[in-house]
């Protein structure tokens, strides 16, 4: 099972930019799509964005031409550049891969 760390979470001004890492252990992380979810509070837990291991990705709605999943496979690390945050990007941010969850990493966009 693999295990992942997200880090790069904290407070941004409106307007401002964040990038997240997912690091994940084992093998093979090459092969396997990763995903990143957030939570706000009182909502439910939404997918943002999706790389699959060829690097072809998607993205909500809400954040296109804004947030950008990337991947080095080298590192076995995913990341989320959010570019243009607003307050309603406040939520807890999670990377998600072959089942396995992060801990998840808090994202405040606030004045």
């Known amino acids: 099972q693999v295990q992942l760390v997200e880090s790069g979470g904290g407070l941004v001004q409106p307007g401002g930019s964040l990038r997240l890492s997912c690091a994940a252990s084992g093998t093979d992380f090459s092969i396997y799509a990763m995903y990143w979810y957030r939570q706000a509070p009182g909502k439910q837990r939404e997918l943002v964005a999706s790389?699959?291991?060829?690097?072809?990705?998607n993205y909500v709605y809400s954040v296109k031409g804004r947030f950008t999943i990337s991947r080095d496979n080298a590192k076995n690390t995913a990341y989320l550049q959010m570019n243009s945050l607003q307050p309603e990007d406040t939520a807890v941010y999670y990377c998600k891969s072959r089942g396995s969850w992060g801990q998840g990493t808090q994202v405040t966009v606030s004045s």
């Open positions: 790389i699959t291991g060829d690097g072809r990705t």
